[in-house]
């Protein structure tokens, strides 16, 4: 008790001190002072809270430096992006790591020139992967305080979906005028070498190059024709789409129809599973045709050297009740490394190509993904190489109805 005394009179001392204070000024300060003292408190209480309002509103990373530049104002965003909590009086260099970032202010404070810049940054905050590149546009501009001082005020906005879905745009424009290109130019070879009275006269080469002519020819048709589908499954087809039962093994057997020369030209040995052959979904059979087309296509011309056997299976889970619909076969499979890829426009594993030289455009696959969402159903792809790949979808049970035919 003893060691205690000193700091209880102390404690005693403040409190009857600030009492007396409090009664010295109450005293002093006529009742009107006091009001106005009240409002003056609620307004900067006010004031104070429309400040937090006014940050937080702001969906994007918002900084304010002071003319010393250490962080005057953070906002909630800015504060988890760059994963300090106390960073406020704090100079900028000790809060801002990211180097494209640090160099871009580094630059507007050194020429006390406004700036707004795209900037790819390397992230590792909270709400990203590790290490992951987003893109942000960032602008700095400089403001007056009310003592002549500069303020630097620091905006970044996240553009990363805008930045994705422009580059993929760039990169379709790129790839398909190249996939048109080639075509074309052996078309217009082969022109140019029949315009050549010589050998139009020779009807015999005449016709092999028309042959090869009409090929290439069908194959940018081709091209043209999955583009467009694609263009269209991406501006929002969901809406459009033509719903109507129909039984999928009834598509499954106009596949195998539309495949039979090639079929038969390969000796493929081709078997259907369904436990429940009048299975009837309601959905757009166009799509669900050039899905399942793609798919067996795929199997078939992807694998023109080995005893193939591809699998054409569908299902209703029983516990879930999804539909499940498969393409298998036993040919050369992907690499993992190309799993991931393959549903990518224009995409295709270089070492099949290199190897066979098969035909294709690289856009099957996507158009296949494209329409299987559109549907609200999910596809996968699992390959072991040399044994199986297996292209697996999963449809919603929502999409089975009654098999109308069987009344
Ligand atoms: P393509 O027009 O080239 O067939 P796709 O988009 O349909 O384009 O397929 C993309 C790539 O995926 C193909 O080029 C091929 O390399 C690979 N692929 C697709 N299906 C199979 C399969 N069943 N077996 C092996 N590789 C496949």
Avoid at 137 to 166: A, C, M, N, P, W
């Amino acid at each position: 008790m003893g060691t205690l005394t000193p700091y209880l009179c102390l404690l005693l001392g403040a409190l009857v001190g600030s009492g007396l204070t409090y009664l010295t000024i109450r005293n002093k300060l006529s009742r009107k002072d006091l009001r106005s003292l009240f409002t003056l408190k609620r307004t900067i209480k006010d004031l104070e809270f429309e400040r937090k309002l006014l940050m937080r509103a702001q969906d994007n990373m918002l900084i304010v430096l002071d003319d010393k530049h250490l962080i005057k104002l953070a906002n909630k965003d800015a504060i988890k992006f760059f994963g300090k909590k106390n960073i406020t009086q704090r100079h900028y260099t000790e809060i801002i790591k990211i180097p494209e970032l640090l160099s871009t202010l580094d630059e507007a404070i050194q020429t006390q020139q406004a700036l707004k810049r795209e900037l790819l940054l390397t992230v590792e905050s909270d709400d990203f992967q590790a290490g992951e590149e987003r893109c942000f546009q960032v602008s700095i501009k400089f403001i007056d305080g009310d003592h002549h001082d500069k303020h630097t005020r620091i905006h970044l906005h996240d553009i990363t979906e805008q930045y994705r879905t422009e580059q993929m745009r760039k990169d379709f424009i790129a790839n398909a005028s190249h996939e048109l290109r080639t075509p074309l130019a052996i078309i217009n070879g082969y022109v140019e070498t029949l315009m050549d009275e010589d050998i139009i006269e020779d009807t015999e080469t005449s016709q092999h190059f028309l042959g090869i002519m009409k090929k290439h020819g069908q194959r940018l048709a081709r091209i043209i024709e999955e583009m467009l589908l694609i263009t269209k499954l991406e501006s929002g087809v969901k809406n459009t789409l033509n719903y109507e039962p129909f039984r999928l093994k009834e598509i499954i057997d106009e596949c195998i129809v539309h495949l039979d020369q090639m079929i038969k030209e390969k000796g493929v040995i081709v078997k259907i599973k369904m436990d429940e052959p009048d299975l009837t979904i309601e959905a757009d059979k166009f799509y669900w045709s050039q899905i399942l087309f793609n798919l067996v296509e795929n199997a078939i011309k992807q694998n023109p050297e080995r005893q193939l056997k591809v699998k054409i299976g569908c299902t209703q889970c029983k516990r879930t009740g999804k539909i499940k619909i498969w393409v298998s076969d036993n040919g050369v499979g992907i690499p993992a490394a190309d799993l991931p890829y393959i549903f990518r426009r224009f995409y295709r594993v270089e070492k099949h190509h290199s190897q066979y030289k098969i035909k294709g455009t690289g856009l099957g696959l996507s158009i296949v993904k494209r329409a299987v969402e559109a549907h609200q159903g999910t596809i996968k792809c699992d390959s072991i190489q040399d044994q199986l790949t297996r292209f697996s979808i999963s449809l919603p049970p929502t999409m089975r109805v009654e098999d109308l035919s069987a009344k």
